[in-house]
């Protein structure tokens, strides 16, 4: 910096001013350290910052997966927002493994990151409030925090569940299955929640054999879709969980007795299937968004009780959802 104030002709506190974005010099004289900066190569150094000012201007985002489109376009709205507030962002993938989440959380505030938003895999985040209490603030995303009381962002899943299922039960249907993720996964849980709540409304019982929950991989939606669908006993509508279960269930749907299908999360090309298919969709950007600014109120002084903020979904029909029961 010493070097730039000579080559520009300016005071050392100028050149701070500029390189810090900060007011009080003139449009000429910016012009002329900058030109020097260019000239001499010159770069800020992080981690005098650091030690200067406490912050590293970077947070990091814990996602389950980050080549799933979903977390993608989470990542993406943290991302936006955590440019505009002059962040950077770091990622990681838990892989849904809650070692795995730990270790990552735990290594990107070793880095002295200044906030954190986490996508939980684990049901037990008591291994944060050290991180919290000595001022690192936690964001939950998509699913709550366990034990511990900090903010979270979410999705109105069984809502949406329920208004998927109700939409199916209005075009008459009334064996309706359900093919869902893991039990023990709070998003999973609850859009269970809000399938039984449709049927409970509309009077309907739930016939236990029409529920599958379990790992969102092929060959276990596969041999649900086939269980639930032939024989004499037959659903006649479909409602899957989140987009991986729908993705596998419409390779393995039957060509000859197709049920309707609703699914939770939209996908990509949705609309260009035959018929087209009815979702209940999230809306990823605005959940990341509003984690991220929930973060940066935090890291600005914002010391109100954590909350539990819930964005509501939409139920887009498309032609899947909207097919009656088939006759035999």
């Known amino acids: 910096m010493k070097d730039v104030a000579a080559a520009a002709g300016v005071g050392l506190k100028t050149v701070s001013r500029v390189v810090n974005g900060e007011s009080g010099v003139t449009p ?8 020097a ?12 910052r650091l030690l200067r000012t406490g ?12 080549s799933d489109p979903f977390s ?16 950077l962002l770091f990622t990681g993938s ?4 809650p070692s795995r989440e730990r270790e990552l959380a735990l290594a990107f505030c070793a880095r002295r990151v200044d906030g954190l938003i986490v996508v939980p895999a684990g049901d037990d985040h008591r291994y944060l409030l050290p991180e919290i209490e000595s001022g690192t ?6 699913r709550p925090g366990s034990g511990i009381d900090a903010d979270a962002v979410l999705s109105d899943n069984a809502g949406g569940a329920q208004a998927g299922t109700a939409h199916l039960i209005a075009h008459g249907h009334r064996r309706i299955g359900f093919i869902g993720d893991l039990p023990s ?14 049927m409970a409304a509309a009077g309907l019982p739930v016939d236990e054999r029409w529920v599958d929950c379990g790992p969102t991989d092929r060959t276990r939606v596969a041999a649900a879709v086939r269980r639930l669908t032939t024989g004499p006993d037959a659903v006649t509508a479909l409602f899957t969980a989140n987009n991986r279960v729908t993705l596998a269930a419409l390779h393995h749907l039957p060509a000859d007795r197709r049920p309707a299908l609703v699914g939770f999360d939209d996908l990509e090309l949705a609309d260009l299937l035959t018929p087209g298919l009815t979702v ?3 809306d990823p950007a605005a959940l990341g968004a509003l984690a991220a600014r929930r973060l940066f109120d935090r890291l600005t002084g914002d010391t109100t009780p954590p909350a539990r903020l819930e964005l509501p979904t939409l139920l887009i029909p498309r032609g899947s959802g909207e097919t009656p029961p088939l006759t035999a």
């Open 72 to 87: 993608s376009a989470l990542s993406r709205a943290v991302e936006q927002v955590a440019a505009a507030e002059g962040c």
């Open 37 to 48: 900066i260019e000239a001499l190569g010159f770069r800020r150094n992080d981690s005098a």
């Open 280 to 282: 209940v969709a999230q």
């Open 185 to 198: 996964i709070h998003t999973a849980a609850e859009r269970a929640r809000g399938y039984r709540a449709a």
């Open 28 to 35: 000429e004289m910016a012009a002329r350290v900058q030109a």
């Open 55 to 66: 912050r590293t201007a970077s947070v990091a985002l814990l996602l389950e997966d980050i």
């Open 137 to 142: 603030p936690v964001v939950f995303l998509d």
């Open 94 to 97: 838990s892989a849904e493994v």
